[in-house]
């Protein structure tokens, strides 16, 4: 039974969870992480298929608290973006040449950052990580937060972080009101091979029934983000395997040759969500526990991100100045930082969604024509390649590639 002490204690520690833990424990703030899933099974492929992009500036922030060369060689640089709306003649088209040498961003498996985050936090003597394990209790006292154990152990510390998902029991215990909505869509998520090689491009075909992307993977291989409409979903995912991969094969096209299924498929339905407030007593909240969004901008993963870096820095100064790393102000800096932001990130995802999710001829025109012209437009496309990349905004240090 285990009584331990430390500066943070976060619950949660997965694609946002263990990077925070590392970026703290880099600068001398050590930290607690509680998670409920077993570590070997949350690297198995049946797990969690999906994959996430990482933006030049999040990549960045991966190198500095050292989880990239875990990553690296399970990544695929995204030099192109090429974003069509059906079958119109016209597209938006990125290339990374048009900003410099570095990608616009890479691919990564899930799996594979799941991977080196539990490496990072492993690694770090600052760094105790309870797994599986799960809190049954949370006080959050004046003077400090006090979690019970399963197994009846004890963790103290000054703040607790909630990284524990969209369904984040910490958040619903706090009693933090969550605005929602649901898409009436669902992802169907799969990996293929393909004869012809991808060009490190990534592919967004927009369908009425939602967006259709490739995502570039490593060798002779591409994720596959589906959208469809949730009551079509389930009939498509249970077909056969030869059924399923004709229906593949007609929205692929013969660019990418022939193509060959690799692993399970998986569905994840769509929605938006945003917490009411991102803090509460001696409590913050981060990654989907805080916001979800359609994936649509491929943004989701970076915003976690952004998250990490934003409260990471604002609590390693704290430290430094030798303040109570769960003062209120502490926590309303963070807050402040990353609402914004967040809310601009959802607004854009759900505009997108409501207007190419459908198949009116005279937004269809409207879109297509809007996106000609960004296009043709260099300074306009330069701003939203650069957006894409992480490198708008207020950024946190980590994601300018400074350290803390």
């Not at 990125?94 to 900003?99: F, I, V």
């Not at 995502?215 to 589906?226: D, E, Q």
């Not at 997108?352 to 300074?379: E, H, I, Y």
Request: with cysteine; charged share 20%; glycine share 10%.
């Amino acid at each position: 039974m285990i009584d331990v002490t430390a500066d943070v204690l976060i619950i949660g520690g997965g694609l946002v969870g263990g990077p925070l833990a590392c970026a703290l424990a880099g600068s001398g703030v050590s930290a607690v992480v509680v998670d409920g899933e077993t570590p070997q099974k949350q690297l198995t492929p049946e797990f969690d298929g999906r994959t996430s992009a990482v933006a030049l500036a999040s990549h960045r922030m991966l190198t500095l608290i050292g989880l990239w060369p875990d990553i690296q060689h399970y990544a695929a640089p995204i030099k192109q973006i090429r974003v069509s709306d059906g079958v119109s003649p016209l597209f938006l088209h990125y290339d990374h040449r048009e900003l410099g040498t570095q990608p616009l961003g890479w691919i990564v498996e899930n799996r594979a950052l799941r991977q080196a985050g539990q490496l990072g936090m492993d690694r770090s003597e600052l760094i105790t990580r309870l797994a599986p394990c799960r809190i049954t209790e949370l006080e959050r006292g004046a003077h400090g937060v006090t979690a019970r154990l399963d197994d009846g152990g004890l963790v103290r510390a000054a703040l607790a972080v909630a990284a524990d998902g969209r369904s984040s029991k910490v958040r619903q215990d706090a009693g933090i009101e969550l605005t929602r909505w649901d898409y009436g869509q669902t992802a169907l998520v799969c990996t293929v091979a393909h004869s012809k090689p991808h060009h490190d491009t990534a592919q967004e075909h927009f369908l009425p029934a939602g967006p259709f992307a490739v995502l570039p993977l490593t060798g002779n291989r591409s994720s596959v983000v589906w959208t469809e409409k949730s009551h079509l979903a389930g009939p498509i995912l249970a077909q056969s395997d030869r059924d399923f991969h004709r229906e593949l094969q007609s929205r692929f096209g013969d660019y990418l040759g022939d193509l060959t299924l690799e692993g399970p498929r998986f569905s994840y339905p769509l929605s938006l969500q945003m917490a009411k407030n991102y803090t509460a007593k001696r409590l913050a909240l981060i990654g989907d526990a805080a916001h979800g969004m359609h994936p649509v901008a491929g943004q989701g993963m970076n915003m976690g991100l952004r998250d990490v870096a934003a409260l990471a820095e604002s609590l390693v100064e704290a430290k430094r100045l030798g303040l109570d790393l769960g003062d209120g102000h502490i926590l309303a800096r963070y807050e402040r930082w990353r609402r914004f932001d967040n809310l601009l990130m959802l607004g854009l995802t759900d505009t997108l969604v409501r207007l190419f999710s459908n198949d009116s001829g005279a937004l269809k025109l409207a879109r297509d024509l809007g996106m000609a012209a960004v296009n043709r437009t260099p300074p306009l496309k330069h701003f939203f390649m650069r957006h894409a990349m992480g490198l708008t905004g207020d950024l946190p240090r980590l994601l300018k590639g400074e350290a803390l």
